[in-house]
């Protein structure tokens, strides 16, 4: 399984970007997907999750109300919208990650639950 994040960038607070994270190598409707934030001397921080069929999704209490996480099945992509952009969105990597996992239902938030990482997209927001 390869993971393609791709959509970082630098923006202004108040702005938006649309990452996205592309998966291949398997069927990707079978994957549960996860967004993480990291900065350098910082642990990974949990930003986003959505289940294989998209029926649940979670979000950070940081992001909630500005982010919003969709999956393409179709074109084996999920997204995460993020809007309202402050400077404490900014981190060095935005990182996907995805797991094996039929639960329609389930969320996962810690990146140990997650097998599989792509290499990760800078998104810088400036005040």
């Known amino acids: 399984v390869q993971l393609q994040a791709s959509g970082g960038g630098l923006v202004q607070a108040g702005d938006s970007l649309r990452l996205a994270c592309a998966l291949s190598?398997?069927?990707?409707?079978?994957?549960?997907v996860g967004w993480f934030r990291q900065t350098p001397g910082k642990e990974r921080e949990f930003v986003a999750s959505?289940?294989?069929?998209?029926?649940?999704?979670?979000f950070a209490d940081s992001v909630k109300g500005r982010f919003t996480i969709s999956r393409d099945n179709a074109e084996n992509t999920v997204y995460l919208q993020m809007n309202s952009l402050k400077p404490e969105d900014t981190a060095e990597n935005y990182y996907c990650?995805?797991?094996?996992?039929?639960?329609?239902?389930?969320?996962?938030?810690?990146?140990?639950?997650?097998?599989?990482w792509g290499q990760g997209t800078q998104v810088t927001v400036s005040s």
């Open positions: 959505i289940s294989w069929s998209g029926e649940s999704t979670y």
């Open positions: 190598g398997r069927t990707f409707s079978d994957y549960s």
């Open positions: 990650a995805a797991r094996f996992d039929l639960c329609s239902t389930c969320y996962y938030t810690r990146p140990g639950e997650y097998v599989y």
